[in-house]
């Protein structure tokens, strides 16, 4: 949401999304950048987004504005700060300084944006740049335009790019978002690249209209029967420890351990969703 557009930042109270992004960076022009960041402040210090996780974007340290969006966002009572095109954990670090310089809370993140090719070659490295990290976001409308690859529908060109960004935020403990589809006129198109990312492993999508909150919820939210199995094997392999039993079955299938925190992550999902659909329109 374009932090120079007020009611957009008024709107995203209403919002069904767990995670709003409050925009400094591109959707922001030059001249209206200390507006955005006003309406940002003024908007938290109203508050109302409920459970939702707010995260600022802001602009890169390479420009004129990165590192003053940093200092006046870093206490501005967002959750966290997203720091678009990164390509180096020099960046990252350089932005957790100016984030403490600026009296950031402890709990603040510092997400990033995986963009560019240079990006995708140092993912790991940016990955284990500080504890503090939050979650990687990929930007693939510039990474299509770095590869000079094309937009397909089973979007092969970037199997190799997102597969790879998976494996790091997996190996660092972060969350991972997916890039936004950017024809709304195609529902369809949109629901089979939102299946696509949940079997991939991304945690969520990206979006850039709240037309297509509803999809991207009922895909990567567990589902009524999810969170029924999700209590089923918890119980079950509860029933199999009482009985020194490490393993048991579930209507045929093999419940263990892994099993288990698989379920409880499914049930923890459910509670927040639950949560942010309770305080949404």
């Known amino acids: 949401m374009p932090g120079s557009n007020p009611r957009a930042l008024e709107k995203g109270r209403s919002l069904a999304a767990d995670i709003l992004i409050m925009d400094l960076e591109d959707s922001v022009t030059p001249d209206k950048k200390q507006a955005a960041r006003d309406n940002i402040k003024a908007a938290l210090g109203e508050g109302g987004y409920g459970a939702r996780e707010i995260m600022v974007r802001v602009n890169h340290l390479d420009t004129d504005h990165g590192a003053e969006d940093i200092r006046q966002m870093a206490a501005c009572g967002a959750d966290a700060l997203l720091m678009p095109k990164t390509e180096d954990a020099a960046t990252l670090r ?59 529908a089973d979007r092969l060109p970037y199997l190799y790019s997102l597969g790879h960004c998976i494996v790091v935020a997996r190996a660092y403990g972060l969350a991972i978002i997916d890039g936004p589809f950017e024809d709304l006129n195609d529902d369809a198109g949109f629901a089979a690249i939102c299946q696509q990312s949940l079997e991939w492993g991304f945690d969520g999508k990206s979006l850039i209209h709240p037309k297509t909150i509803a999809t991207a919820n009922e895909t990567f939210g567990p589902s009524p029967a999810d969170i029924e199995r999700a209590k089923r094997v918890i119980s079950a392999f509860a029933e199999a420890e009482a009985k020194s039993q490490g393993v048991t079955l579930l209507d045929g299938q093999l419940v263990e351990r892994l099993h288990v925190e698989d379920a409880r992550r499914v049930l923890a999902l459910a509670e927040k969703a639950a949560e942010i659909a309770a305080q949404s329109e």
Not at 106 to 130: N, Q
């Open 94 to 152: 350089s932005a957790l300084d100016l984030m403490m310089e600026a009296g950031a809370p402890d709990h603040m993140k510092l997400w990033f944006m995986i963009e560019t090719p240079k990006g995708i070659l140092r993912a790991e490295e940016i990955a284990g740049a500080s504890d503090r990290l939050g979650g990687i976001v990929l930007g693939t409308a510039d990474l299509t335009k770095e590869l000079h690859c094309l937009k397909t």
